[in-house]
């Protein structure tokens, strides 16, 4: 997902743009540029790589000094990872820069006019068409924030465009359309960001952007209108954290620093749950009560990692609640014409917010009349603002693109959402729902408990760098836990690895076991589901009869595992429903060393970004 920055004030624009660019390197990006506005002209530069690269060549061929610019960190789509492919694009003239995230869908057609007109287009880019039609719309009008309103209703796609003028220099420009831009207030200075980190070293008030409209800053002001030019309602907002929640803190990446803050992260999501007559509180669950006591089945949409809590909330949800529940890749979802109305309840996982597919798929689940609730870890995101209701996840940020601590606080709010339509359908106990939460309450520390012992683990990681597999096994819960861990583990190290339903076993994956092959097992409980227990433990017999290594992660105090354990992993005893929060902390750790062994850069693994803003 590309990071975008736009700064207006009186500071040096290209400091303040490509500090704010620094700060959006984790969202995956393989070129970087920034455009200046000064002494009545425009200069950019850009590099296809790393930001180093960009910062390189302004130190050869440094640009003058200005106060107002635009930057950005592309991830190509339309167009190898060049130099000439890389934003800003500029018109012909070099007057217009425009950056962007997102896909323009008809740009092959509006090109086609653009060199019909005699413009010249020198990349292989949708963005390009923009900087061009905008040139054309602001000789007309005079005005760069109407030659955008003029320019997006002629777009068709998901896009964020931020642009400046030559001939307006005091002036940024933005636009929005299914895909995240915030805006930075400051004092005598604006910025505009995909991301609130771009500019919280500056300033923690922000205004939310919403669908399909167009913002003019200026030093003293912003503006606010649809792209019909007329005003638009934004709300302003307080970020919650401060710079320093995205700085690495002393560790050695932005993955060990989340996997670390996870006991913090699970208590925060608890903050403020219970109100004073002792009953369940969601205050952002704003679908009334009678409304959720009609619905008659559950569907939850995510992708990734939200997709592997969306499969352990499935459990608590029909356990707790009693309703049907069904998990679908949010990517698959409108696709397959799926089944609802006004009594099925959506809910959405997404950590950014920003997520497309999960985005298209609420927008479907709304136009067939259910609700749509979204868990997420975004204030102010896209997802948040189109749902019905939305329960925070108050993880802070998160850095690293491997998911970890916004995994455990998404599980945390499903568990707390599952006890609440419970509460509300009266299937469940207020004592029932005191006793959960004050186990959830306990985890947190249970959690610093597992990494306190993780030593070994990263022992045992390390020792296994050569290897070119690792299969994953799990019950129940356990299993989306191997599910996860396996996806750590493609990630991060790059390696072939896969989570399979330990009773699928015989079904085929047996097949894949040989000599030495690692494979981890996630065992439940033998004290609440003993059979599946014993089930799984017969599978580490069946795999270590063939030759393979077992590593297997089992609760303190179950010896009927030791046996056959090539490596155990222990982990505190805790319900069985809760066991993932603390089950999946030594597969992160593990993932992460592993990779970390093998030379690869955690935070930012290939071909990856942080959030997926297109389909």
């Known amino acids: ?73 592309r991830w190509a789509t339309h167009g190898g990872p060049t130099d000439a492919n890389a934003h800003p694009h500029l018109d012909n003239a070099g007057r217009v820069a425009v950056v962007h995230n997102g896909i323009i869908e008809n740009f092959a057609a509006l090109r086609e006019e653009l060199a019909e007109r005699g413009h010249t287009l020198l990349s292989e880019t949708d963005t390009e068409t923009v900087a061009h039609l905008l040139a054309e719309e602001f000789s007309s009008v005079g005005d760069l924030a109407e030659a955008m309103r003029l320019v997006c209703r002629r777009l068709d796609g998901a896009f964020t465009l931020v642009a400046v003028h030559a001939d307006q220099p005091d002036v940024v420009v933005g636009a929005r359309r299914n895909s995240p831009l915030v805006v930075g207030v400051g004092e005598g200075e604006n910025f505009l960001a995909s991301d609130v980190s771009a500019f919280i070293a500056h300033t923690r008030s922000a205004i939310e952007l919403g669908q399909d409209q167009v913002v003019e800053l200026t030093r003293d002001g912003v503006t606010v209108t649809d792209f019909d030019g007329a005003p638009a309602d934004v709300r302003a907002y307080h970020v919650d954290w401060d710079a320093s929640a995205a ?230 819960v356990g299993y989306p836990v191997a599910l996860e861990g396996a996806l750590k583990l493609k990630e991060l190290a790059y390696m072939h690895a896969e989570g399979f339903a330990a009773g699928e076993l015989k079904h085929g994956p047996i097949a894949l076991v040989e000599e030495d092959l690692p494979v981890v097992v996630v065992v439940p409980s033998p004290r609440g589901r003993s059979v599946l227990h014993d089930k799984i433990v017969s599978n580490i017999q069946e795999i270590r009869a063939r030759g393979a290594r077992t590593i297997v992660i089992a609760e303190e105090g179950d010896d009927a595992v030791v046996p056959y354990a090539d490596h155990l992993v222990r982990i505190p005893a805790t319900p069985t429903l809760l066991q993932p929060l603390v089950a999946t902390v030594p597969l992160q750790v593990f993932a992460c060393e592993l990779a970390t062994a093998r030379g690869n850069e955690v935070d930012q693994p290939r071909n990856l970004a942080k959030s997926v803003t297109v389909e």
């Open 1 to 73: 997902m590309c990071g975008i920055v736009g700064y207006v004030g009186g500071q040096s624009a290209l400091d303040v743009v490509v500090a704010g660019l620094k700060r959006l390197e984790y969202r995956g990006y393989d070129s970087a540029g920034v455009a200046v506005l000064a002494d009545g002209g425009l200069a950019a530069a850009k590099k296809a790589g790393k930001l180093v690269n960009l910062e390189k060549e302004l130190v050869d061929r440094p640009l003058p000094g200005g106060s107002v610019g635009i930057g950005h960190t």
């Open 247 to 476: 700085e690495k803190g002393g560790y050695a990446s932005f993955m060990l620093k989340e996997i670390a803050e996870q006991p913090k992260a699970v208590a925060d999501t608890l903050l403020g749950r219970i109100d004073g007559a002792g009953r369940l509180t969601l205050d952002e669950v704003r679908i009334p009560g009678a409304v959720l006591r009609e619905a008659d089945k559950v569907v939850i949409v995510a992708c990734g990692t939200a997709f592997h809590a969306g499969l352990i909330a499935k459990y608590a949800i029909e356990h707790w609640t009693r309703i049907p529940c069904e998990v679908e890749l949010a990517s698959e979802f409108r696709y397959r014409d799926p089944i609802l109305d006004q009594r099925t309840l959506v809910i959405a996982i997404s950590q950014s917010g920003e997520t497309m597919d999960t985005l298209m798929a609420l927008r479907h689940a709304r136009e067939q009349g259910a609700k749509v609730l979204a868990v997420c870890n975004t204030n102010g995101s896209t997802i948040p603002r189109e749902s019905d209701a939305v329960l925070y996840t108050h993880a802070g940020p998160e850095v690293a693109v491997a998911s970890t601590k916004a995994f455990l606080t998404q599980l945390v709010a499903c568990y707390l959402l599952a006890l609440y339509l419970g509460q509300v359908r009266g299937t469940q106990w207020g004592d029932e729902i005191h006793a959960v939460v004050r186990d959830l309450a306990r985890i947190g520390d249970d959690v610093e408990r597992v990494l306190e012992t993780m030593e070994p683990v990263r022992a045992l990681a390390r020792s296994l760098a050569d290897k070119d597999t690792v299969l994953f096994l799990g019950r129940h």
